[in-house]
């Protein structure tokens, strides 16, 4: 049985369901596997997915903010967990591209929405959290890809040289509950407003990581950075502070970087992490070169 078979089967066994159930593929997932599924006249989604030590993913903490998102009215309802599945009331919406967040009109939608995951969760959630520190995970994935015998060792000296220089460069933060994996497919449009869905990296952070990982997946113009900036934090941005955001996208995009690294070597998905690695390396090296220096 394949692995895409046994996760299939999986999602039809759960106890939530009625009656039997045909699971449908649902495609873009880069960590899990997912399905449409029928059940009592509605309509699910379904998450299948084991913990992933050497992505520091912990399926119990997604329950836990999954369920807390969805108290705070972020994230659709969960409907079911058990232990490496979860099951979700499913939107009927668009997934956003990057080109729908780089939209003016639908930033404007998004700042607010990051604003109350950021404030209101901490507010609901329940159970020990961890902190999601991107520094730490780029440290353990340099480790994780010299134990795997990654290809990439002889680069990971001058990767975790430049890491200790942006951690340096960030500074001291405020903390917040972020979400941590902004990509632009986690958000829903359902025509009336946004959800954001996949909790499965998230934890107490800097809000500069959310923000960072927004305008780096999304390819935000320079100019748009600083209206995100001045909108997040409802005050003009100093030259500090922008170097402060700017140092925290940098980190963003070499924990991306690694992040597939470990992929490569550790994940059974059919996904190019190869060509995915080569992509955001190339943007983080670009990035780190762009960095302003200390005024």
Not at 84 to 112: Q, Y
Not at 145 to 169: C, F, H, I, K, M
Not at 242 to 248: D, G, I, N, P, S
Request: contains cysteine; negative net charge; glycine residues 8%.
């Amino acid at each position: 049985m394949t692995e895409f078979e046994s996760a299939e089967a999986r999602a039809a066994s759960l106890a939530c369901w009625c009656g039997p159930v045909e699971p449908e593929p649902v495609a873009g997932g880069i960590t899990n596997t997912n399905f449409l599924v029928r059940d009592r006249g509605e309509r699910f989604f379904v998450r299948i997915g084991e913990d992933i030590p050497v992505h520091g993913v912990l399926r119990f903490n997604e329950v836990s903010a999954t369920r807390a998102a969805a108290t705070a009215g972020i994230a659709p309802a969960l409907i079911h967990s058990e232990p490496g599945a979860l099951v979700s009331r499913f939107i009927e919406g668009r997934t956003l591209s990057a080109e729908d967040v780089r939209d003016a009109a639908m930033l404007e939608r998004i700042v607010p929405l990051l604003g109350r995951c950021h404030r209101d969760i901490p507010r609901v959630l329940r159970g020990s959290v961890p902190m999601f520190w991107v520094f730490h995970v780029v440290r353990d994935y340099a480790a994780t890809l010299r134990e795997g015998g990654s290809r990439y060792e002889p680069q990971l000296g001058g990767l975790l040289a430049r890491a200790d220089a942006l951690e340096a460069a960030v500074g001291r933060i405020d903390v917040v509950f972020g979400h941590n994996d902004l990509l632009a497919a986690n958000f829903i449009d359902d025509g009336e407003r946004l959800w954001l869905i996949d909790w499965e990296y998230a934890g107490f952070n800097s809000p500069l990581f959310d923000l960072g990982g927004l305008a780096s997946n999304s390819e935000l113009a320079s100019g748009q950075e600083d209206w995100l900036l001045e909108r997040y934090f409802e005050r003009p941005v100093d030259a500090a502070g922008k170097r402060r955001y700017l140092a925290m996208k940098c980190a963003s995009l070499l924990r991306e970087s690694m992040w597939s690294m470990v992929s490569e070597i550790h994940s059974g998905l059919d996904v190019d992490y190869v060509a995915y690695t080569r992509e955001n390396l190339d943007r983080f090296e670009r990035a780190y070169a762009d960095l302003p220096g200390e005024s």
